[in-house]
């Protein structure tokens, strides 16, 4: 469990009255007494597209704090009324200029380093996106570009970090399985017999 603490209100969002404390499913709960409306804090979400393309993946260098000047994956908060495969769409338009056209879960994790928003659920989609020319959202980010998956540039946020490694993981193994077949498939062709 995360070590982060929710929004301290003070007064009700509705009547504007001061929130009362009560126990509730053994936990301290602020309430208001004149509406009857709890005070049930909740985590937010982000969602992050993984595009790749060629053994690159795609990055946009972040244009503000946090992290300004590091890289990550095009993502951003889920609005209200949005299924983060929704804002999934909306930021790989935003931010990239690209359209996209299917998208597949990778791995959900809870923030550890985003003040904006603490303990949000970051979900990360694998996304495969129309073809098109890359256009770079200006107001939020600096610059965008493919990368090796191997050499990356300096990624900001952990859990964009810990999604890089996962990649960088996976193409290590497929590399060396490609290599392991390669030889096989050269010692067949030699004559060699199966061992």
Request: with cysteine; charged share 30%; proline share 6%.
């Amino acid at each position: 469990m995360l070590k982060i603490k929710p929004p301290n209100y003070q007064f009700c969002p509705f009547c504007a009255k001061l929130l009362q404390i009560r126990i509730e499913e053994g936990k301290e709960r602020k309430y208001c007494s004149s509406c009857k409306w709890t005070y049930y804090p909740r985590v937010g979400q982000s969602a992050g597209a993984v595009i790749i393309k060629d053994n690159k993946v795609l990055l946009v260098q972040r244009k503000r704090e946090p992290y300004k000047g590091t890289w990550m994956f095009p993502a951003g908060f889920v609005d209200f009324d949005e299924h983060p495969i929704e804002t999934i769409r909306r930021e790989v338009r935003e931010e990239t200029g690209l359209t996209v056209k299917k998208v597949c879960l990778m791995n959900i994790f809870q923030s550890e380093d985003d003040t904006r928003a603490p303990g949000h659920l970051s979900i990360f989609y694998r996304v495969e996106v129309l073809d098109g020319h890359l256009k770079n959202d200006n107001k939020e980010n600096q610059d965008i570009g493919w990368f090796d998956i191997q050499k990356p540039p300096k990624i900001g946020w952990k859990n964009h970090q810990k999604i890089m490694k996962f990649l960088q993981s996976c193409e290590t193994r497929s590399r060396s399985r490609r290599s392991g077949l390669s030889r096989v498939a050269g010692s067949r062709s030699a004559g060699n017999p199966r061992t």
